[in-house]
């Protein structure tokens, strides 16, 4: 039996409460110095699958969407940005910022599964979007952020357009979201259990040590 841990981890690269859940998990696997033992896999969940290409204003979504005022907006933000700051991440929001559609860098974070780069790309991704005010829907800046990680841009806009890839994501997010999976992030272990939200560091460590404890026993 493996004493290797699997971290299925769906979520958006839109979603603030992702990277910070992320580097909570992250900051517990370090904390634990059970790097070696843990293999992560990012799966593909939009938030807002019907977004369309011009994107939405983020103030107005978040009004349309959650019923939240100018100053919940804005309080929300400013907490956001304090938790995220927290693990060095710098969220820069901004007056115009847009709500993008993400179904294009869901296809190219499992086009750089099969490099090995896909958390790599996902870090950049969440950092063009969240600390840099880049637009991750446009092709363009998507090319830009291949390019960074060592990926062939060129190929990996092949990857946009094939019609096998494209119906392989949307398949995957059907999957998730019929075993459950219904906000991100969730954090599946081994693809028996699993936790939605952005947990603190601490109930990451309890959950990857009992995980742990249960693997060494076998």
Same mark, same amino acid.
């Given at each position: 039996m493996s004493n290797m841990i699997k971290l299925d981890i769906i979520s958006d690269v839109v979603c603030p409460w992702c990277i910070i859940g992320y580097n909570h998990l992250q900051a517990a696997i370090k904390e634990l110095g059970i790097e070696d033992r843990i293999e992560i896999e990012w799966q593909p969940f939009e938030l807002n699958p019907d977004m369309p290409a011009e994107g939405e204003n983020l103030r107005q979504h978040v009004a349309r969407k959650y019923g939240s005022s100018v100053e919940e907006s804005k309080n929300a933000r +400013?907490? +956001? &940005?304090?938790i995220g700051a927290e693990h060095g991440f710098k969220f820069n929001y901004f007056d115009d910022m847009k709500m993008v559609n993400t179904f294009d860098a869901h296809l190219l974070l499992d086009y750089a599964k099969s490099f090995g780069k896909q958390t790599e790309l996902k870090m950049r991704l969440f950092t063009a979007f969240f600390s840099e005010q880049k637009d991750v829907s446009d092709r363009e800046i998507l090319k830009q #952020? *291949? +390019?960074?990680?060592? *990926? %062939?841009? @060129? @190929?990996?806009?092949?990857? *946009?357009? %094939? &019609? #096998?890839?494209?119906? &392989?994501i949307r398949n995957a997010e059907k999957q998730w979201q019929q075993m459950g999976v219904s906000s991100v992030p969730t954090v599946v272990f081994n693809r028996e259990s699993g936790v939605s939200g952005a947990h603190p560091v601490e109930g990451y460590k309890q959950i990857l040590s009992e995980l742990m404890a249960k693997a060494d026993a076998e």
């Amino acid at each position: 039996m493996s004493n290797m841990i699997k971290l299925d981890i769906i979520s958006d690269v839109v979603c603030p409460w992702c990277i910070i859940g992320y580097n909570h998990l992250q900051a517990a696997i370090k904390e634990l110095g059970i790097e070696d033992r843990i293999e992560i896999e990012w799966q593909p969940f939009e938030l807002n699958p019907d977004m369309p290409a011009e994107g939405e204003n983020l103030r107005q979504h978040v009004a349309r969407k959650y019923g939240s005022s100018v100053e919940e907006s804005k309080n929300a933000r +400013i907490r +956001i &940005a304090s938790i995220g700051a927290e693990h060095g991440f710098k969220f820069n929001y901004f007056d115009d910022m847009k709500m993008v559609n993400t179904f294009d860098a869901h296809l190219l974070l499992d086009y750089a599964k099969s490099f090995g780069k896909q958390t790599e790309l996902k870090m950049r991704l969440f950092t063009a979007f969240f600390s840099e005010q880049k637009d991750v829907s446009d092709r363009e800046i998507l090319k830009q #952020e *291949l +390019i960074f990680v060592g *990926l %062939d841009p @060129e @190929e990996g806009m092949r990857w *946009l357009n %094939d &019609a #096998e890839q494209r119906s &392989a994501i949307r398949n995957a997010e059907k999957q998730w979201q019929q075993m459950g999976v219904s906000s991100v992030p969730t954090v599946v272990f081994n693809r028996e259990s699993g936790v939605s939200g952005a947990h603190p560091v601490e109930g990451y460590k309890q959950i990857l040590s009992e995980l742990m404890a249960k693997a060494d026993a076998e």
